[in-house]
């Protein structure tokens, strides 16, 4: 029985690694020429193996698709809930989202591709809308202690959008540089909009008396 369990575990060893290989060659073709311009041809070519085995183990391209994207977050390491861990205020929250996902969005430039080929690909499409309703989530968490307003945690996801991390690296800042001055618009905007809160301060009524 010994022997048959080795190479068992030899084939095993190699299909594992026939995969990744795959997979890896998925990943360079997508960022390299688009996900929907990519063929399962070109991935065996680039992957070194027949074609048949690249559909061995990936069936369908949809198949593969949702195999590179567990491979893109694997690398990249979206920001998760504990980055809140021990920040009590709404502010500290904020800039820490704020660092964290501008840094993941430097890791991982595949959503720019992501995004362009959404309409073309199923599990895109359903990888992106996970990925949505994890932003949303974070940005949520974020302002929890506060309460916010639906209306505030939609100026947040617009302004902590990935590509308004690509227009300020595009400009020149640096993504630190980018963070912080994102963190600075989005505090000076709360401060105006709990400031409209207060009674007597609204445009229409301040000045004027009771």
Not at 42 to 62: K, N
Not at 67 to 87: E, N, Q, R
Not at 106 to 112: H, T
Not at 145 to 174: C, N, Q, S, Y
Request: aromatic share 6%.
């Amino acid at each position: 029985m010994a022997p048959r369990r080795y190479t068992m575990g030899k084939r095993a060893k190699a299909a594992d690694e026939t995969r990744r290989r795959i997979v890896e060659a998925t990943y360079d073709l997508h960022m390299a020429h688009g996900i929907a311009a990519t063929t399962m041809k070109q991935i065996a070519e680039r992957a070194d193996v027949g074609l048949g085995t690249v559909y061995h183990h990936f069936p369908s391209y949809d198949d593969i698709v949702r195999a590179c994207g567990a491979h893109t977050f694997d690398m990249a390491s979206p920001p998760t809930m504990a980055i809140f861990a021990g920040l009590a205020s709404v502010r500290d929250r904020l800039a820490r989202l704020v660092q964290e996902l501008f840094a993941f969005y430097e890791r991982c430039p595949g959503i720019a591709r992501a995004r362009a080929d959404r309409d073309r690909i199923r599990a895109l499409q359903e990888a992106m809308d996970d990925w949505e309703h994890v932003y949303g989530a974070l940005i949520h968490e974020a302002l929890r202690p506060g309460r916010p307003a639906r209306r505030t945690e939609m100026a947040l996801e617009a302004l902590l959008d990935f590509d308004v991390h690509g227009r300020l690296v595009k400009a020149g800042l640096g993504t630190s540089q980018a963070a912080a001055l994102i963190t600075d618009v989005v505090g000076a905007w709360l401060d105006q909009d709990a400031q409209r809160q207060v009674p007597g301060n609204h445009p229409a009524t301040k000045g004027k008396r009771p």
